[in-house]
């Protein structure tokens, strides 16, 4: 079957643009999880969204990153007025049920890089 | 918090050796740790996912290992291949939370 989508695969950016990260996880997965990997910082958890609960923000850096989950499905991480220090692999990860802490299956990523 | 090590950063090893990474983590109250694999440019791939109850997880030529009481896992990969070359990431899930904590990774090179 399909796995986790991200789209896009590459952006390259301006600093102080607003850039929009898509996450589509494996159907029927309830819980999803964005990361970020950057050189200097290995791979950090931003933030999970669990079915209709509220999602866990804990690990978002600033208040310009933002995130959503439409219909308990496809996620949109947004980054506001980038900087150069956002420019990170973007990984977005899905599991079947949270309360199982079953394996998180990875996507692809999206390489952004802020000039 | 959490913190996870893993030691070597890097490996260098000839084709066909049995070869061992580690992963420590500093707070032993964790539900699972999990072994992943990273190629260039491309996302994580599950290996092995071991419970907090288990000791050890097997599939083919890998074979993890959990002492959660001095907090550490080992990932133990027999007769290594070139195609084994990756980057290998530990990453544990703690009580206080539901993500994943990541070690920095070992970059591990199988010359043919």
């Known amino acids: 079957g399909a796995g986790v989508s991200q789209s896009p695969s590459n952006k390259v950016t301006e600093k102080g643009k607003d850039v929009e990260l898509r996450c589509d996880p494996i159907s029927g997965h309830t819980a999803l999880y964005w990361y970020r990997q950057s050189l200097g910082q290995g791979l950090e958890f931003l933030i999970y969204f669990q079915g209709n609960s509220a999602p866990d923000k804990s690990g978002l850096p600033s208040d310009r990153f933002s995130a959503e989950r439409t219909g308990g499905s496809v996620s949109t991480l947004t980054i506001q007025r980038t900087q150069q220090e956002d420019s990170a692999v973007y990984l977005c990860?899905?599991?079947?049920?949270?309360?199982?802490?079953?394996?998180?299956?990875f996507g692809p990523g999206t390489r952004l890089t802020v000039l | 918090k959490q913190e996870v090590t893993q030691i070597p950063a890097a490996l260098s090893v000839p084709e066909g050796e049995n070869l061992v990474l580690n992963c420590s983590f500093t707070?032993?109250?964790?539900?699972?740790l999990q072994w992943f694999r990273q190629d260039p440019g491309k996302g994580l791939t599950s290996l092995l996912l071991?419970?907090?109850?288990?000791r050890e997880q097997t599939s083919g030529r890998l074979n993890a290992s959990l002492d959660k009481s001095s907090g550490r896992s080992t990932l133990y990969i027999a007769a290594s291949q070139p195609s084994d070359s990756a980057t290998y990431l530990c990453?544990?899930?703690?009580?206080?939370?539901?993500?994943?904590?990541f070690g920095g990774g070992t970059r591990l090179m199988v010359k043919p």
């Open positions: 990453a544990v899930r703690v009580n206080a939370g539901n993500m994943l904590t």
């Open positions: 707070d032993s109250a964790i539900y699972n």
């Open positions: 071991i419970q907090s109850s288990q």
């Open positions: 990860a899905s599991s079947l049920d949270l309360r199982a802490m079953d394996t998180q299956y």
